[in-house]
């Protein structure tokens, strides 16, 4: 009889096991007041709706926020995940910062409660709404209201309500995170001009596109920041800029 091996099922058993844990997400906050029915999904597939502006994450997620059920829905922005995002942070142009924030108080169920903005679910489930909100330009948002079945808020109640929305931010977050530091590092900023002066969209015709003297709507400049200056912008300031922007 072959012995049993009982020594070496001993020893399996007390060898140490090291099981890899799966990484705990973070939480973030999508702040406009907080937002609640912002359905979200990021690049290591968390899904889900914001409550009270809150959402899950990785570092180093890209997350994706939509007005609506699904990511079939209206995309509102797209942007790294952290700890803090907002209608600023989501945009380096000061219009479609406070075009998104009226589009948000607009869609707000609760628009006596500026603490909080909580989203339409029935309205933003609704397919016509959807095809009226994927005509919608967050760059030239007055230009198409009109298609809209629902009244957006005013500019300067957009920018009383990102002034509340600072000061919140103020009182309830902090963050020692760095997301991006591009002091030294060689830049490139692509524009798409849509429209020309006169208001007329503007075409890429291909068939000029080699001639040195085509001027196409597509810009593109390359710069270095060699220097950092810490300075704060206010969200009426903010505005003043989107004025002279648009």
């Known amino acids: ?25 973070q939480i973030g906050y ?19 709706y914001t409550q009270k502006g809150a959402f899950n994450y990785h570092p ?14 209206y995309l509102l922005t797209k942007l790294s995940g952290q700890t803090v995002i907002t209608p600023t942070l989501s945009t380096t142009m000061p219009s479609r910062s406070i075009n998104m924030t009226r589009l948000l108080l607009s869609l707000d169920e609760t628009p006596e409660d500026q603490t909080e903005i909580e989203l339409m679910g029935e309205m933003l489930a609704d397919p ?25 808020v005013s500019v300067e109640k ?9 000061q919140f931010i103020k009182q309830h977050f902090t963050s020692d995170d760095v997301i991006y530091s ?44 060699t220097h950092l200056i810490l300075c704060s912008i206010r969200a009426s300031e903010i505005a003043t800029m989107a004025a002279t922007s648009t």
């Open 60 to 73: 180093g997620d890209v997350v994706s926020f939509y007005l609506g059920k699904d990511n079939s829905a």
């Open 1 to 25: 009889m072959k012995p049993t091996p009982f020594p070496l099922l001993a020893l399996s058993l007390l060898s140490p096991v090291t099981l890899a844990k799966a990484p705990q997400p």
């Open 128 to 152: 016509a709404f959807q095809e009226q909100l994927r005509t919608l330009d967050l760059n030239l948002l007055d230009s198409l209201k009109d298609k809209l079945d629902v009244e957006l």
């Open 158 to 166: 957009a920018v009383a309500h990102l002034n509340q929305s600072e």
């Open 182 to 225: 591009p002091l030294n590092r060689r830049l490139t900023n692509i524009q798409i001009k849509k429209r020309d002066n006169d208001g007329h969209y503007c075409i890429l015709d291909l068939r000029y596109i080699h001639r040195p003297r085509y001027n196409t709507p597509i810009g593109e400049m390359h710069y270095m920041i």
């Open 30 to 48: 999508f702040i406009d007041s907080p937002v609640t029915g912002l359905y979200y999904e990021t690049s290591s597939n968390l899904t889900g």
